[in-house]
């Protein structure tokens, strides 16, 4: 069974930086996608952004509103996910949910929430200004 657990969230205030983890355990799949969604605070499920995705081999994509200051990363040995996050502004508060479609076909497709078949709990990161 898939197991995804995130950690790291916080409070920082405009301009700072923070970093999110998504611990994985029953990844037992050859080919995957794994992605960084987020649920703004009012928003329903329905709305989660995703932000952020990796495929197995490594190649990302990132939505228009977070390229250049979030980068994805995996280390495959720890079975670990990470979000790096500059440059924070109060937009981007939210729920930071990590994701994995074993079925994706690109990582442009792991953007689409529609496609995740496993879900963590989500971490809260808040910005202020």
């Known amino acids: 069974q898939v197991r995804l657990l995130e950690s790291g969230g916080g409070s920082v205030q405009s301009g700072g930086s923070l970093r999110v983890s998504c611990s994985a355990s029953?990844?037992?799949?050859?080919?995957?996608?794994m992605a960084w969604f987020r649920q703004a605070p009012g928003a329903e499920r329905k709305d989660r952004e995703g932000v952020a995705a990796i495929d197995s081999d490594g190649r990302t994509n990132y939505a228009y509103s977070v390229k250049g200051r979030f980068t994805i990363s995996q280390d495959n040995a720890k079975n670990t996910l990470y979000l790096q996050m500059n440059s924070l502004t109060p937009e981007d508060t939210a729920v930071y949910y990590c994701?994995?479609?074993?079925?994706?076909?690109?990582?442009?497709?792991?953007?689409?929430?529609?496609?995740?078949?496993?879900w963590g709990k989500g971490t809260a990161v808040t910005i202020s200004s």
């Open positions: 994701a994995v479609d074993p079925d994706c076909m690109s990582t442009g497709q792991a953007l689409d929430a529609y496609g995740m078949d496993y």
């Open positions: 029953g990844l037992h799949y050859s080919w995957y996608c």
